[in-house]
């Protein structure tokens, strides 16, 4: 939960670099809170509105983060584009996500493993 209130409240910060354990800790409770709505709105009878309400609220934090996360790879944030590739591109994305940082300061800021 830690993880993901750290993102939400950086919702903006599209520079810098973010750590694995940040962007996949987020992911993972994203994904719980998708699951919880979608049996709500089982349960409700709602059509997919609390998915979209919250998927609109979570886009740009999610950016900044995936943005981040692409930084600390050394990538440009514009490797994102590559994620509109059916298919191929959610792959390429989801393996550049699971890399390490780069060890040292790169042009994006310093090592966020070592300064937390």
Known sequence: MEWYLKV???YVGFSGRARRKEYWMFMLFHLIVVVILA???AITGL???LTIIYSLAILLPSLA???RRLHDT???AWWIFIGLIPFV???ILIVFNCQDS???ENQYGPNPKLFG
């Open 89 to 91: 591109g959610s792959i």
């Open 8 to 10: 939400l409240k950086n």
């Open 74 to 76: 050394g990538r440009s």
């Open 39 to 41: 049996i709500l709105e």
């Open 47 to 49: 059509k997919s509105v």
């Open 65 to 67: 983060l995936t943005f």
């Open 102 to 104: 780069q060890p040292n």
